[in-house]
Structure formats: structure tokens, C-alpha cells
């Protein structure tokens, strides 16, 4: 087996970039992949927590934009994509057991069963590519480092087992460009919409936002406005809480990459706009 | 028991209009009342169907604009308003056995049971309000009929046992407003979105646009176009077609009015932005 780097697929068209992470010959992070394609978060759980996490999906649109939903014990994502295989197209998974994560993969296929449905939810990637192409920087892309994220005193609202504080990632905005930031994020309803709080970190309980739960710290310059958006992490939060007895997602930034334009009305292939 | 007219609740505060509702005075239509509150269709499902009805759902994200998912046996509507029971707040609702309309009530706390789910559907009240904000008028609000629904060539994409054809309806269109009515009714993606068609009506299967299958006929003045939205009939048809063992809708045009501002950027009280 052959492996291809990430700048070699850069610029490939997605159905090339889509035969290398099914082969396993690519297993990295996808940002930057696929361009101008909508990217999701990946969750699969037993079909007996199925309608409790979809509900707690639907009660919590910002953190968890459902994007798609398969049917039960079928792997292939069939309103995401014309050929788009769960079990496979995803370049790395985790694995809880019981609320624990156990493991790693690069292919499910062994772990698929006909009692499994998986969830795709719309991630950051989406309105970060429409802030860059309105000229706004995002310090943590052009420094290759991964978005800081926090554990907010925000609640998420319950379902069933699922539960939890919203986790938040952060993105230092000159003030200046507020309003634009968060206008052009609110478009995205499907990848997180606006903002959830901007301002003083401590009035959603951040105390120091040099030090994240998650990913690599990032500088606030003097006078820009730490701004905060409802992140993909506030499911598996709640997932390690429910603790069902298995529960398998992407690993972070190994996302799935579907035929769904980045800038279609829904997230539907079928229903697109004529 | 007193009854209360439309006219008296057309200026009455939400609480008003939505005791009259919840004590029976008020039966009626509610188009116009508690302005500028989001308001929904119903369907009341056995919990069996309901992850397949709420994957019907979340494919048909035009037709069925899920706003509120109540949690199983739980007649409060939580994430929709502060007070919400959908077994008394919906002014009349009709009720399916085996897929077949057997009755009527306005109200169902006798067929409520611990089984049920409660799903609310965000409906066209909320774009037409928009487009008459900007100035477009409403030809069949103007003339207090209903407006045309039709069955359409267009599949939905099914989900287990829920299928069928997408109902639409159709406003006429002046051709300098278009545009406008286009960009207004797509950004309220809770309310079935901008049209699915515009045009021709026998290009999505509708040959004669003066029989409506739903409501009343409604001109389509020289150099007017067509425009149609996909429609809260859907997933009526959906259901009729998958015959779950009992099924409650709201009654055409008898809506929930919830808790939630039209303009919201999502239709969960607790997560409105700060």
C-alpha cells in the first residue's frame, strides 16, 4: 500500500481524495481536502440511543447541526453522497466503549453492525473557509495549529442519557470585523451559524483562554474580541456521558468529506435547488 | 364555556390567545394571531415510528422543517415554549388510525398516552409574514382563502415506512419580485426555505394550476409567475402512507403557536442568542 501526503491531495478532485482515505493509503486530518465540499463530524451509536441522540441533536442545532442520518444498519450515507461507505470513508475513527475510548481505527468495517445508524453533523471548516474568502485571518490555519476549544458553563438541553456543558472554540476577531464575522458565520445554520457569546471569556466561565480543554492555545492581540462558536466536541461530551456500549466518531479533524456543496441551501443531494 | 372570536385575539397578547386555545373557547384557524411567534404543524407518532418519522424528517428538510422534538410520553414542548402541553394548545387537531382520518377533537388528553412523540413542523405563516413585511402581497391572505396546495412529480427521499410525493404550494409572483421573494423566503430555513420551483407548473407534474389537490385556486395574473415552496402537507401524506396504528396532526391551517420569535436564529428557547 502506497500512502499520499496531504499536499499531493490537496489539490486532487474529491473522488480521488475519497479512493485514498477508502484505501487506507491516506489517514491524516482532512482540512484543506475536497475544497468548496462540506465536511461533517462523525458519530455511530446502537440504534436503541439512536432517537435520544437525534433529539438531542435537534434541541441543539449549534453545536450539533445534523447533516445526515443513516438508515439503520446501513453503512452507505445515501443523502450525503452518491458512493459514500461509513464503515470506510472516514480517514481515522475512535472508539468508546462504554463512555471509554478503547481504541483506534482506520476502518470499521469488523466493528459495523445491522443495529448501528451513524450521524454526520456540519462542522467549522465550512464558515471558516467563507470568513477567509471575505478576508478575515484565522491565526490557528495560518499557524497550523488546532483551534483552541473550552468547556463552557453553557448546558446544553438534555435528551434521554445525553447531557452536558456546550464545548466552545475560540477565534480572536479585530473589532472591526465583528459584525462581518458574525453575519457571514450566522449563514451556516448546518456548520455551527453565529456566534454563541463574544466578549468576556468569564461570563460563559472561561477563566484563563490561554489555557483550552482541547486543541492548541491562540493569542487574543490587544483590543481584538475573543469570539466563541458552538463546537462538534459538545457531542462526543455528551456521548462519553450517555455511555452506551459502543460508540465510535471521527478522530478530531479526520473528518468525512461528502458531495454536499459547501454553499447548498441543504444538506440534502436530492433536494439541492434546481 | 364563552366562545372568543378571531378578531378579539387578533390584538391579544400570546397568553391570551393561547389560554383561549388551551380551555377550548378558541377552535379556529390562527393565522394572524400571537404576530411575530413561530408557528408549527403537528404530528403525534407511536414511539416505534418516530426515529424513522425523524429521519424523514431531517431528509425533507424543506417539506418537514423539524422545530421540536417532544421526549416520549412527555406532553410538554419544552425547547418551544415555557408552557407548552400539546395535548390541550393546538385549537384542533385531527386524528389518523391505520392511516385513515377517523376523527376530530380539540383537544387529545384522553388518546395521549406514554408512548407518544410529539413532532412540530415550522410552517409557511412565518416566510408569507416576511414577504408581506417588504411589500409582496399574498393574493390568497388578501382574499381570506386558502392557499393552493398541489401533489407534485417530486419524490421525497423515503425513510423506512414514510414516502411519497412532495405537496407544494404556489403564490404568483410579480417577475421584478422574484429575486426578492427568493432571497426572503431562504433565510428561513425553518419554514421550507426558498421555492423549490418557479415556472412552468408541468415541469414539476402539475398540469392544471387552477385544481388544487389542497385548498383554493388562486389567479395567476398575465406575466405573474408560479412559485412553489414545498408545503406542511408532505408529511401528512408521508404519514397516511405509512399507516402507523394511530397518528394526531393539527387540523389545516389550526396551528401550535410556540414561545419562539419568528426571527430567531434557532427554534430552541434556551439557546436564542444572547
Known amino acids: 500500500m502506497v500512502s499520499t501526503d496531504h499536499d499531493t491531495l490537496r489539490h486532487a478532485p474529491l473522488s480521488q481524495v475519497r479512493a485514498a482515505i477508502r484505501d487506507g493509503t491516506y489517514r ?52 450525503l453522497g452518491h458512493d459514500i461507505d461509513i464503515r470506510t ?31 454526520a453533523l456540519g462542522c467549522s471548516f465550512t464558515f471558516e473557509n467563507a470568513l477567509m474568502q471575505a478576508g478575515i485571518p484565522m491565526w490557528h490555519i495560518d499557524n497550523d495549529t488546532t483551534v483552541p476549544m473550552f468547556r463552557s458553563s453553557i448546558d446544553t438541553v438534555p ?31 448546518l456548520a455551527h451559524g453565529g ?33 466563541f462558536w458552538a463546537c462538534g466536541v459538545t457531542p462526543q461530551v455528551a456521548l462519553e456521558s450517555a455511555s452506551p456500549p459502543i460508540c465510535i466518531t471521527h478522530t478530531p479533524g479526520h473528518m468525512l468529506i461528502t458531495d454536499i456543496p459547501e454553499d447548498a441551501e441543504t444538506a440534502i443531494l436530492s433536494q439541492t435547488p434546481q
Not at 445534523?66 to 450515507?77: A, E, I, Q, R, Y
Not at 434521554?160 to 451556516?188: C, E
Not at 463574544?198 to 474580541?225: K, L, N, S, T
Open 28 to 79: 491524516a486530518h482532512t482540512a484543506g481536502l475536497g475544497a468548496g465540499y462540506l465536511q461533517a463530524n462523525l458519530a455511530i451509536l446502537p440504534s436503541a440511543h439512536a432517537l435520544d441522540f437525534m433529539r438531542f441533536c435537534q434541541r441543539n442545532p449549534k453545536p450539533c447541526p445534523l447533516v445526515g442520518v443513516s438508515d439503520t444498519g446501513n453503512p452507505m450515507m445515501t443523502t
Open 89 to 119: 470513508d472516514v480517514p481515522a475513527y475512535t472508539i468508546y466503549r462504554d463512555g471509554t475510548l478503547t481504541g483506534t481505527a482506520t476502518d470499521i468495517a469488523d466493528l459495523w453492525s445491522d443495529d448501528m445508524v451513524a450521524f
Open 159 to 189: 435528551a434521554g442519557p445525553f447531557s452536558g456543558k456546550m464545548v466552545v472554540s475560540m477565534r480572536a476577531v479585530a473589532p472591526g470585523h465583528l459584525d462581518q464575522v458574525r453575519a457571514i458565520s450566522q449563514r451556516f445554520p
Open 195 to 227: 456566534p454563541v457569546h463574544w466578549g468576556d471569556p468569564a461570563e460563559i466561565g472561561i477563566h484563563d483562554p490561554q489555557r483550552p480543554d482541547w486543541g492548541d492555545p491562540a493569542p487574543i492581540p490587544d483590543g481584538h474580541v475573543p469570539v
